[in-house]
């Protein structure tokens, strides 16, 4: 017993020390991963159920390592978040995104919106409502034309501070999601104070909604419960027609998943069923 203890603390040892190496490389790499032009962002449209038109595309950054190839933001995320890096790489998602939709529009392409995901550590820096007034001004960017997406936990942690920096970032005209809707902890009586106009309902409800009686009803509840607030209802992770036709029935506002597009490099998206603005 006692070798086998043993062994597994050598194990383990082994194991943590290969997850700590790996972490380590990657986080040195990151730094230098937006000079070296190794960043990219692919597009996932959110489409209006109502129409089947596209509203608006959600900015997903990739990076492509020259040794690792495509690695997802799922493994960098935390890791950019935790050394601090998320914030070289937030402005640059926000800077190319933003020059992304531009472009979109100049080519007659009148995309409404693009919308691009705020870490907490990105919510929480000096200067955030500044730093994308900046960035909007150099891109040529209307306010309105950008979406934000922060999860429960952004806001959370300290509610009191978080409602004045949402408040003046939706006062410049900038459109507030809540972000992975019900993963977090209750937040319920604190949405009616969030200055948000839309709620992302996670992916791991809406799998089920065909199948799993829970979720249906929950998903039905927090529609309803949204819409008495005056918040829009997106639809995270729609994968095929019986979910979709789902949420039609529910009221649901708009959609997003495979079953419309995966998320694509800009010159693949089919951009044919872009609302006019
Ligand atoms: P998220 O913001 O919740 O984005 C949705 C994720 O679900 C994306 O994964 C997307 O590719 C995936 N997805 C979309 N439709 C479907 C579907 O129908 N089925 C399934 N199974 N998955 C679907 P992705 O691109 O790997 O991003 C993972 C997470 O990484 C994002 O979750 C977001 O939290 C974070 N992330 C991505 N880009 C950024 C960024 O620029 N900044 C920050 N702070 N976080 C980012
Ligand atoms: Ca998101
Ligand atoms: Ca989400
Ligand atoms: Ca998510």
Known sequence: AKEAGRSNYQFFAQTMNAAAAERLLLESSLRQAIDRNQLLLHYQPLVNIADGRIVA????????????????????IPIAEDSGVIIPLGDWVLRRACYQLKQWREQGIPLQRMV??????????????????????????DPHWLGLEVTESVIM???????????????????????????GYSSLSYLKRFPIDKLKIDQSFVRD???DPDDEG??????????QLSIRVVAEGVETEAQLAFLRGQGC?????????????????????????
């Open 209 to 211: 909604i065909t199948t």
């Open 218 to 227: 929950m998903v039905a509840a927090i529609i309803v419960m949204a819409h």
């Open 116 to 141: 691009v995901n705020l870490s907490p550590r990105q919510f929480r820096q000096k200067h955030l409502v500044q730093t994308f007034t900046q960035v909007l001004k150099e891109t040529g960017v």
């Open 157 to 183: 942690e300290n509610p009191e501070e978080a409602i004045g920096i949402l408040c003046e970032l939706k006062a410049l005209g900038i459109e507030l999601s809540l972000d992975d809707f019900g993963t």
């Open 253 to 277: 506002d708009e959609y997003q998943g495979y079953y419309f597009s995966r998320p694509l490099p800009a010159d693949e998206l089919d951009t044919t069923s872009v609302a006019a603005c």
């Open 57 to 76: 595309t959600e900015a997903l950054v990739r990076w492509n390592h020259p040794e690792l190839g495509l690695i997802s933001p799922a493994r960098f």
